[in-house]
Structure formats: structure tokens, C-alpha cells
């Protein structure tokens, strides 16, 4: 262990001259607790580089305690830099313990350590630490160990793809899709991409205000072009952490597609973007169950009458059959409570596809048409509303983010606050 420190340490050395294989960090949200320094102002100057012009970067003082007590109550974001400069690791282990309890699937931790220590190095191994840096350290050390976790070949990729589609047309998916990319990329400061896979008639441009001039058509019509460089000049930034891949919504070419068409520009999105919306319109061909089946989740939205109750559990028992170790796609039923139109109770119709609404949207055309007149979200509109809050509960468990905790209170507070009103 400590031959292949020493080894790591030289590599290091002799890169810092020729860094220019160095791949680029891809969309991801990075905070780093520092103790020193020295290891904060390389992590610091590592974002100036070119290689971390996609990644958010946070540093800020306290180490490994610091980040246990900030993320009891806060979301963890998908890579956690922790410096431990003193002491025999005991204190780092248990700090990372109490971390561990808050962690959300798919976080990654770095610690940065002042010592060669090969029985530390294991415990950290055996307690899923990705990687052990040791200071000092510069930034092109930084950036490498960042790119080499997550673009080294056999690296797991990066993004996770949700698949929004619709039991019937007309049923409001795209809607769902785009405010759900919203939520996962604002509430759950998660850089996102929502791809809308409609090209004769994608709405995502107009939902969010943008008309970009490229998009998903010249990714699929040109593979031999297809790369990050090119997949990057494609996407529209929508906001700080969202991204969007538009259809071309005309009607000037016919859309026929191949059943792997759409494989290697999603194949690139999950590389370089913790989170992938789909968009799929409501349509059964090769290429869309391809999609579907290959989803890590997949959102089937619906309308509350028998048409959809009929098309939804199709769709629901194909996907299930055919995936068999993933999760049953998630129920929305939305425009629930339209106004003289005869409706199937939410609990009947979940009960008939066996399984539970992951939401119920109310049916509130003023709200929603505002929304698409405006070329915004929902949240945008009605912040801290009940439909607004309904899809950041959706962009959670979609994603598998807990609901941040509330910080504890004293046991002994009810009883404090009642004698301080009785001193006043």
C-alpha cells in the first residue's frame, strides 16, 4: 500500500507537467471541507481550470465534522471532499460514520489526508471512500483524481435517466416531465438535462421560453459527429444546474427512427449529468421501448378515466415483465377533479395496476395554462404551493434524495418555553 501511495505520488508529479489527458469533470456538485489552507486554496483554484467548467464547487472550513453536522439537515450533493490533517483517524471514522447516516445513494466521498497510513487507508476502503489523496496536493492533482473517479474506463456511469411518458395522449407527460427536471435541478441542486424525445411536436422549448437553434435531431441524424464536445454545443442552459436537449418540433423531414437510435446521445448524457429526464412521447415503437426498458425509472402519467386505466396497466405489466429487477414505473394521475367529467377514484385505479400514486395532480387549468402561456414552471408561478411542493416530493423519490431533517429540538424545550412565558 504504501509502495502504490508513493507510486500515485510520482504519477502526480509527472502529470502536473502534462496534464492535457486529463478528461473533463463532468456535471456534478462538489463541496469540500477543508482544515488547511493549502488544500483549500488548490481545490479553490482547480475551478479556474477548463477540465471543471461543468462541475459547482463549494470549499469551506471544518473537515469531516463539519460536513456530518451540515448534511443531518441539508441534501448531500454527488461528491464530498473531506481534508483530516491531525490525529490517528480514530476521530475521521466516526465523523464518518454520523456522515454515512445522512449520505443519499450515489454520493461519493474523498478524503485528503496528511498521512500514509495503510491501516487508515483500509478502514476508509471498507467504508466506501472512493479515493485517498494525500497533501499537499495542487489543483491538477485535484482534477485528475476527480476525473479519473468518474471517466476512468469501468467507472460507473454517472447519470441516472427517468422516463417520463404518458398512458394516453393528451395526459399532460411532458408537463410532468419538464417541471419534475425543474424540481430535481433546483430543489435538489442536482444538474439536470431533460431531453424532449418528440421531434415532430416537442413542447420543452416553448415550456421553457427557449428556442434554441439545435438540439436531440442533429444528435440522432449525425452519430458520426457525436461526442461531449458536440453533445455540449447542442444543449440549451436553462437555468443555473438545468439543461435542455429540444426538439426541432417541424414537420420537414419524416422522423423514422431505429431501435438504437437514441442509444448514443444518452449514453454520452449519462456520462457527463448526474440526472437525465426523458420526455418520450406517447407512442409505441422500437426505439421507445428501448428507451423505456434501459430507464433507471421510469414515470407513467395518467388521467383518471378507464381509456388510461386500460393503457396504463398495459404498459405498466409489459415494462414490469421485462423489468424484472428494477422498480415498477411510478403513477401519476394528473388533472384529477375536472369538473362534471366522471373520474375513477385515485385508490381504485392504483388498485387496479397494483400499486400506489406516487402523486396526484389537481386539475387547475388556470395555474398550469399561466405556466405554458409564460414559458414557466409551476414553481416559478406559485412557489411553496401545494402542486409546486408535489413535484419536488416526486424529483425526490424519482431520484432517491431523503427529505432533509429538522434540526432536533431538546426534549426539555416545551418545558423552557413554558416557563419563559411565565417569567414574562
Known amino acids: ?47 479556474a481550470d477548463r477540465r471543471m467548467g461543468k462541475a459547482h464547487v463549494k470549499v469551506q472550513m471544518g473537515g469531516a465534522q463539519a460536513a456530518a453536522e451540515v448534511y443531518r439537515t441539508a441534501a448531500t450533493p454527488n461528491l464530498i471532499v473531506l481534508e483530516y490533517a ?58 485528475r483524481a476527480i476525473s479519473e473517479l468518474y471517466t476512468a474506463p469501468g467507472a460507473e456511469p454517472l447519470g441516472r435517466t427517468i422516463s417520463v411518458i404518458g398512458a394516453k395522449g393528451g395526459v399532460g407527460a411532458s408537463t410532468v416531465a419538464h417541471n419534475l427536471a425543474w424540481s430535481i435541478s433546483r430543489a435538489l441542486s442536482t444538474a439536470t438535462v431533460i431531453a424532449d424525445l418528440d421531434l415532430p411536436f416537442g413542447t420543452a422549448g416553448l415550456d421553457f ?7 436531440v435531431a442533429e444528435a440522432v441524424f449525425s452519430p458520426d459527429r457525436l461526442d461531449a464536445g458536440f453533445l455540449d454545443r447542442l444543449l440549451s442552459k436553462c ?44 407512442q409505441w415503437t422500437a426505439w421507445t421501448r428501448r428507451i423505456l426498458v434501459g430507464s433507471d425509472d421510469i414515470v407513467l402519467v395518467a388521467s383518471p378515466d378507464l381509456a388510461n386505466l386500460r393503457n396504463a396497466k398495459v404498459l405498466m405489466d409489459v415494462l414490469s415483465q421485462s423489468r424484472v429487477h428494477d422498480r415498477r414505473p411510478k403513477l401519476i394521475l394528473n388533472m ?77 424545550a416545551p418545558l423552557l418555553s413554558r416557563l419563559a412565558r411565565a417569567k414574562g
Do not use: W
Open 1 to 47: 500500500m504504501n509502495t502504490g501511495m508513493a507510486a500515485r505520488q510520482l504519477d502526480d508529479a509527472e502529470g502536473s507537467a502534462s496534464s492535457v489527458h486529463i478528461a473533463n469533470v463532468p456535471r456534478i456538485a462538489i463541496q469540500a471541507f477543508c482544515e488547511t489552507p493549502g488544500v483549500a486554496g488548490a481545490i479553490e483554484s482547480s475551478t
Open 86 to 143: 491531525q490525529g490517528d483517524g480514530s476521530a475521521l471514522l466516526r465523523s464518518l460514520d454520523e456522515l454515512a447516516e445522512s449520505c443519499d445513494a450515489g454520493t461519493k466521498v474523498v478524503i485528503v489526508g496528511h498521512v500514509n497510513d495503510v491501516a487508515l487507508y483500509r478502514e476508509l476502503l471498507r467504508r466506501g471512500v472512493s479515493d485517498y489523496l494525500i497533501a499537499p496536493i495542487s489543483a491538477i492533482d485535484f482534477i
Open 209 to 215: 421560453n427557449q428556442d434554441p437553434p439545435q438540439g
Open 239 to 282: 437555468a443555473d444546474q438545468l439543461s435542455l436537449l429540444a426538439a426541432p418540433a417541424t414537420l420537414d423531414r419524416l422522423y423514422d427512427f431505429a431501435e438504437s437510435s437514441f442509444d448514443g446521445v444518452i449514453d454520452l448524457m449519462r456520462a457527463s449529468t448526474p440526472c437525465i429526464v426523458l420526455d418520450v412521447p406517447h
Open 336 to 412: 384529477h377533479g375536472v369538473p362534471k367529467r366522471p373520474e375513477i377514484a385515485p385508490a381504485e385505479f392504483a388498485k387496479a395496476l397494483e400499486c400506489e400514486a406516487a402523486a396526484v395532480i389537481p386539475f387547475d387549468p388556470h395555474l398550469f395554462g399561466t405556466a405554458a402561456n409564460n414559458g414557466q414552471m409551476i414553481a416559478e408561478i406559485q412557489a411553496g404551493g401545494k402542486i409546486a411542493e408535489t413535484f419536488v416530493d416526486l424529483a425526490r423519490a424519482v431520484v432517491g434524495k431523503s427529505e432533509p431533517k429538522k434540526a432536533s429540538k431538546s426534549l426539555l
